[in-house]
């Protein structure tokens, strides 16, 4: 039997079996348009092929990490230096994770400018959302598993600024560290969360925003949708073939920085030694690190920390619930003041990092 | 006019729901204690051995352990001996003596605080507490103050 012959009949005994057809029609069916903003269209998908690449490395990684105090450290030494391809693994696991947060930066970004949030896709904005915290949630969970000095002193401080939360803040502290300190609990905590808790939230949230993606199609800019003629090309196979040219171009960067900037390990933790000079979280935390030197100790009558991190807070909250507030994009007119706003948060936001990436302390 | 009966079905209804929420809390409230870490991890003391007479030399400072928090026990330029917690009252990171500055300084936020504890610059919203050091033949003593 040739091989169309058996991929012809594996198609229909699906078709017939699965009732496959609605699925198949929005697959077929579906166009994406084509205008001068297309390529933002490209990162949502990126970043989707960054994290499988996150899971089957993470799932290798497993095959030797021990997440204990005593063993972490030790452990991640042995795949960097004793296991064949062990070096790769670990980074291309640790620059993935990396490039996935910065595409799923511009993912956001490109969808705010654009105001692709807009009725109908409100929910989509919203698991969007929820995806990028869960994207930096992942993110600093396994910052913290190689258990080296940079890490175990950024998750200090990251944890004391969930403490620092009025009322509950003690609480989520306690919870999220596993006792009072940073500690062999809060490892057990982290991996567990890093490697199960956190993957099935953003398997689910995943899964709807796929899913709304597929049913409701791309947005098209407000300035494109009045236009006359309009271009589009068929999500398959044309969109899905240029989508896998551009998983094809990341893996091609994430090649050349894990093989020619190797994931470091850096310094075993000892608890009880000065925080060094030159401490800075992961670059994508560096901006509210960087905002955080700058709030004094004091604000009226509240803690400088508290006003900063409620700020964060608030930031958090508007970004979730934008497709509401912006009241233009949902008359479909676009405003200037949003746009500029958006255009001071990223310029901020690069400034504060770049800042913080330059800044080493001064004693 | 609004005209709901309370038929047999809305009861059912409202049961079903009320089991469903008394079953989910059956369920999560034993998920949330279970995840809270039980007590007893704190090491609570009153008092350590911090360093041995002329470990230190002047202008020069070490960090050691009081219970499970690290302290910074300081050998002034006075030669004068002081000792705080090395846990900054920002956002946790352990502090470090600055031999050049004189002062305890925060590595993470830039917090600085001098040699009484009291906060110069930064972000730090309180003082850092300090310590009674005493010696007692060759050890150093670090204990709470009352």
New interface residues.
Partial sequence: MDAPKIKDRLIKWVEENYHIEPFKDIVIKKQVPLHEYSAWYYFGGITLFLFIIQIITGILLLFYYKPTEGAAFESVRFIMTKVEFGWLIRSVHAWSANLMIFTVFIHIFSTFFLRSYRPPRELTWITGVFLFFMTLGIGFTGYLLPWNELSF?AT??G???A??VPYVGG?LR??LR????V?D?TLGRFFACHIIVLPLCIFAVLGLHLAFVQLQGMSEPLSVKDRQEKKSIPFFPNFLLRDILAWMLALGVLASLAVYLPAELGKKVD?????????KPEWYFLWM?QT??L????IFIF???VIGILGFGVMGFILLILPFIDIWSRKEKKNLFLTLLGIFMLIFMIFMTVWGLIDK??? | MYDKKFTRKVFLNYIIGISSVALFSSIALPVLIYITPPKGDDIDISKVTAAKVGDLLPNSAKIFRFGNKPAILINTAKGILKAFTAVCTHLNCTVQYSPEAGHIWCACHNGRFDLNGKVISGPPPRPLEEYNVNVAGEDIIVSKKD
């Fill in positions: 002193f200090k401080v944890t004391q600024i403490g620092s609480f306690t919870i596993g006792g009072e300190e500690s609990a608890p009880f030694v000065s925080t060094p000079a030159g401490i690190f955080l030197k709030i004094p100790s004091k803690d400088g920390e302390g001064r004693q």
